[in-house]
């Protein structure tokens, strides 16, 4: 399958404040957004809304409106700290933070992109309770922190958020670690009350200057098994090189493999080029179809302007 589309995309970023605190301990309020827009238009003209004009055929999230200038999201998160104890709260009111990422949000206005509180027994170990972005994948719901305003395929087919608790130990400078036991449910505030906290996830991170790598898990007997790899590499000032590869299975040889290239130059301070190249394969039980897929896409910032 091929498709060409062009997408542009207006985002305003990074605004952020501060409240003064008289605590010597605890850090200010901090309170940051982003809004952001996009016009599309897609030479097949067709949206591409949950498989709309491709049937049987993978489809990505977001940006799905054909021909038209469309609204994405408006996010706002806060953070503050007090002493140990940490806490993050974000909220995004749109199509991109809401039914475009979660279904059946039964006609919600908003939607809760993290809620979640951390404390830091040591300096090597910590725990997180509540609901989160998820650790699996190279991107993210919020398209400030992506390359592309588009997403991947193994982006819209994996989990967007999980809610349980989790360890987080520093093994040294550059390895960490993370186990967790979560909700079987993918994109869920609450567990199944006959099941509780039935998924185990986990995380095994290395970091140094330029490079960075995550080897991820998440099984779960209704949910299924996702294995997942992320690295990014500054390999000059100018170029950097990321990749995401994932594998998913559940019962009855349903499942998904994707992988895909992430490479990105800097022309200049303001102007930069990036590619993403992903190759998509759902499993026989899933239907058996496969995409690859390139996105081509220019990063032209000026101020908050992206």
Sequence with gaps: MKKVTIILALMLS?????????????????????????????????????GEGYPGQPYTSFGTDQNSVSLGMIDIALKKSTGKASFVGEVSFGPRGEKQSI???????????????????TDKFSMTAG?????????????????????????????????????????SDKF?????????????????????LNAVGGQLSYTS??????????????????????????????????????DFSNEGKVGYTGFALYPSY???????L?????YFDWKKGSGDTSVTAFTLSGNY???GLT
Excluded: C
């Excluded at 800097?266 to 930069?272: Q, R, V």
């Excluded at 990036?274 to 992903?278: I, Q």
């Design 301 to 303: 910032k000026v101020g």
């Design 103 to 121: 279904p059946d949000v039964g006609g919600q206005s908003f939607h809760i992109q993290n809620l979640y509180a951390t404390y830091a027994f």
């Design 209 to 246: 200057e330029g490079t960075s790598a995550y080897l991820n898990f998440m099984d779960g007997s209704v949910s299924g098994t996702i294995f997942d790899l992320t690295a990014t590499f500054q390999l000059t000032k100018e170029f950097k090189l990321g990749l995401n590869a994932a």
């Design 14 to 50: 990074s605004i952020t404040f501060a409240q003064e605190t008289e605590a010597p301990k605890s850090t200010p309020l901090e309170i940051s957004g982003s809004g952001d827009l996009y016009y599309k238009y897609d030479f097949s003209k067709i949206s591409n809304s949950n």
């Design 131 to 171: 609901y989160m972005g998820t650790f699996i994948g190279y991107e993210v719901i919020s398209p400030v922190a992506n390359f592309h305003y588009s997403t991947s395929y193994m982006f819209t087919n994996g989990p967007f958020q999980n809610a349980g608790v989790k360890a987080n130990y520093k093994i």
């Design 266 to 272: 800097a022309i200049t301070d303001a102007f930069a």
């Design 274 to 278: 990036g590619l993403r190249a992903e």
């Design 176 to 196: 960490g670690a993370m186990l967790g036991v979560f909700n079987d449910s993918w994109n869920s505030y609450k567990a199944d009350s006959a099941k509780g």
